[in-house]
């Protein structure tokens, strides 16, 4: 019998996306650093949206079907490469899709199909054992550059955990603990606290920036902080960790019209966005509309325009496709 769907985690992925495109309208404009009120954006979505996508991933993993699994993680990074490298051509940018060395947005990819590669290889380890183990190599991966970009390693070290962690988790009792009213103002408490530590203290926290995607070793850090990388990582982890759980706590476990459908559609919404996104940087328009604090909030809400386009249904091409045609024959009708 199928599970009753949690629309909770339709709404939270809607609006994680919002803020992965938002964080990466400010990040791929290479001049955000001289306005500190888009610096300090980011670093506020930077610090939550990718750990608690890889934690709601880890959610719903299912162990079946792992080959089907990689394989369509691993297709769509691919195609992810060849679409961004093509939508640069125009521009006068050399067509060179890189499949080895993932320094940009695919790398989510791959390090989606590594987790389930990984889980399958050590479903005999008992998964609490495992999650110590992988927490530890999560801390030490920083103390070397070695692995760079290459196929994400860096960052399905770092991030093993936090999917893993979701594997171990009941979603029904998260819903239930999550669902309780008096969470609701100490998590907004919690949201608001942190947005306001980063404005008022921000020449501080914007040195941890580094740590927040995942990729960087502590070498990174500035002002000699390199040397508590591992306590700053474990820092890091806990700030994602609380502030994902204030933002389950906020979001709404009811069936919201367009946000709950579109956010089981996030897939296809990461695919396209950073075409879209280079179009807009590209062209001049993203230097244009970033010249004010009123233009640079305009800017800024036309990352959720582009996350309500890129959620209807023609965009769900090729990501659906792929989903589709690598199905095994038990696994389609399934809604997660």
């Avoid at 599970?3 to 938002?22: A, E, G």
């Avoid at 009120?37 to 959610?59: K, Q």
């Avoid at 089981?264 to 993203?286: D, K």
Wanted: hydrophobic content about 50%.
């Amino acid at each position: 019998m199928e599970k009753k769907r949690i629309y909770k985690y339709d709404n939270l992925k809607f609006l994680l996306i919002i803020l992965v495109i938002v964080g990466h309208m400010i990040d791929f404009f290479n001049g955000y650093k001289q306005y500190d009120d888009l610096f300090m954006i980011r670093t506020f979505i930077y610090s939550v949206h990718m750990p608690a996508f890889i934690f709601l991933s880890g959610l719903f993993y299912k162990e079946k079907d792992t080959a089907v699994k990689a394989f369509q993680f691993f297709s769509i990074g691919i195609l992810m490469h060849v679409a961004n490298s093509l939508s640069l051509i125009p521009f006068g940018y050399a067509f060179k899709p890189s499949i080895l060395t993932v320094p940009g947005v695919p790398w989510y990819m791959y390090a989606m199909a590594f987790f389930y590669i990984i889980m399958y290889l050590l479903r005999s380890v008992n998964k609490k054992q495992l999650l110590v183990i992988s927490s530890i190599l999560s801390l030490l991966i920083g103390c070397t550059a070695q692995l760079g970009d290459f196929l994400s390693l860096t960052r399905v070290i770092v991030f093993f955990p936090v999917f893993l962690l979701g594997t171990l988790t009941d979603r029904d009792k998260l819903v239930k603990t999550t669902d309780k009213l008096w969470l609701k103002l100490p998590a907004l408490a919690v949201i608001a606290g942190w947005a306001a530590l980063i404005i008022t203290k921000f020449n501080n926290i914007k040195k941890l920036a580094p740590l927040f995607s995942g990729k960087n070793a502590y070498e990174k850090l500035s002002g000699g902080l390199s040397v508590y990388g591992i306590p700053l990582r474990m820092l890091v982890f806990f700030i994602a960790f609380v502030f994902c759980f204030s933002l389950l706590c906020l979001v709404p476990n009811k069936k919201i019209p367009l946000i709950s459908v579109f956010g089981s559609r996030t897939l296809q919404v990461y695919f396209w966005h950073s075409p879209v996104i280079f179009i807009i940087i590209q062209t001049g328009l993203a230097a244009e509309m970033t010249t004010s604090i009123k233009r640079r909030l305009v800017y800024l809400a036309l990352g959720i325009v582009i996350a309500f386009v890129l959620s209807l249904k023609p965009f769900g091409f090729p990501t659906n496709q792929i989903i589709k045609h690598s199905k095994s024959p038990e696994s389609k009708g399934e809604v997660r």
